[in-house]
Nanobody, 116 residues
Framework: QVRLVESGGGLVQAGGSLRLSCVAS????????MGWYRQAPGKQRELVAQ???????YYTDSVKDRFTISRDNAKNTVYLQMNSLKSEDTGVYYC??????????WGQGTQVTVSP
């Protein structure tokens, strides 16, 4: 089992920044991929960024050059630094961990609201 707890969401004006954190606990040694997803109202959940155990990175096109995913293994934490936020970045942000044969795990989500 893997437990994920997100934090760092909030209300910010367009152009501002937020940093999301996702703390993992449990069978973390099995985690080989962690990602940040978001779900805007009325839309499907989408992958925003992900990082592998080998530090390979992926970003969806709409956040490239604005968002940065990183991790601190000592703190079992993955971060999503979000700069130059836009109103279209509004949504609930979820952390997901792929833990090999254990499958996928989701956090509870954290709300990000960007005002115009």
């Amino acid at each position: 089992q893997v437990r994920l707890v997100e934090s760092g969401g909030g209300l910010v004006q367009a152009g501002g920044s937020l940093r999301l954190s996702c703390v993992a606990s449990g069978s973390i040694f099995r985690i080989n991929l962690m990602g940040w997803y978001r779900q805007a109202p009325g839309k499907q959940r989408e992958l925003v960024a992900q990082i592998t155990s080998g530090d390979s990175l992926y970003y969806t096109d709409s956040v490239k050059d604005r968002f940065t995913i990183s991790r601190d293994n000592a703190k079992n934490t993955v971060y999503l630094q979000m700069n130059s936020l836009k109103s279209e970045d509004t949504g609930v942000y979820y952390c997901r961990a792929q833990a090999g044969p254990l499958g996928f795990y989701w956090g509870q989500g954290t709300q990000v609201t960007v005002s115009p």
